[in-house]
T-cell receptor, first 114, second 115 residues
Framework: AQTVTQSQPEMSVQEAETVTLSCTYD???????LFWYKQPPSRQMILVIR??????QNATENRFSVNFQKAAKSFSLKISDSQLGDAAMYFC???????????FGKGTKLSVKP | SQTIHQWPATLVQPVGSPLSLECTVE??????LYWYRQAAGRGLQLLFY??????ISSEVPQNLSASRPQDRQFILSSKKLLLSDSGFYLC??????????????FGNGTRLTVT
């Protein structure tokens, strides 16, 4: 069975600085997608970025980018120029070809200090 | 565009009472539908998913059940709530079929407190 692990329950970053959130996963599938979701205090789940396993190029969405290391089964999220609005829970998620649902990590709570 | 509606936003229910949470999706046909639960300090746990009307798969044994009476309607129910059913419940949808390159799109959630 696939698993997703986020080893950092909480992280803190200074406004305008860069922070990296870690995520590792375990799977025997060769084709899959990985996602990062953001959950602000409103608790709405917001998609931040996605990465296909077959693409070697790391995905980027504005200030958000990932470092995808397929062999190491690692999928970290880098937030550049952190803003106060980035404060939220961040969830790493896996979706493979053999099932339709997303498998989530336990999340990392990110605080942004002014 | 597609939208997902989930209600109620908050609910306080006594132990032993019934539960009905509803979720509807607009702007798409025959979506995959999901119910997740988020307990305090934990990630999201998949409870049920459905690939079509009347087709429900349960991921974990529990006090809850799900039904899909219409194509874009997904209902989470319980006959008798337990204290352990408290949590934040999220409904989600994804396009028809298993397109794993598509993210799940979530509703705004229901905060359930069982007293």
């Amino acid at each position: 069975a696939q698993t997703v692990t986020q080893s950092q329950p909480e992280m803190s970053v200074q406004e305008a600085e860069t922070v990296t959130l870690s995520c590792t996963y375990d799977t025997s599938e060769s084709d899959y997608y990985l996602f990062w979701y953001k959950q602000p205090p409103s608790r709405q789940m917001i998609l931040v970025i996605r990465q296909e396993a077959y693409k070697q190029q790391n995905a980027t969405e504005n200030r958000f980018s990932v470092n995808f290391q397929k062999a190491a089964k690692s999928f970290s999220l880098k937030i550049s120029d952190s803003q106060l609005g980035d404060a939220a829970m961040y969830f790493c998620a896996y979706r493979g070809g053999s099932q339709g649902n997303l498998i989530f990590g336990k999340g990392t709570k990110l605080s942004v200090k002014p | 565009s597609q939208t997902i509606h989930q209600w109620p936003a908050t609910l306080v229910q006594p132990v032993g009472s019934p539960l009905s949470l509803e979720c509807t999706v607009e702007g798409t046909s025959n979506p995959n539908l999901y119910w997740y639960r988020q307990a305090a300090g934990r990630g999201l746990q998949l409870l049920f998913y459905s690939v079509g009307i009347g087709q429900i798969s349960s991921e974990v044994p529990q006090n809850l059940s799900a039904s899909r009476p219409q194509d874009r309607q997904f209902i989470l129910s319980s006959k008798k709530l337990l204290l352990s059913d408290s949590g934040f419940y999220l409904c989600a949808w994804s396009p028809k079929g298993i397109y794993y390159n598509s993210p799940l799109h979530f509703g705004n959630g229901t905060r359930l407190t069982v007293t």
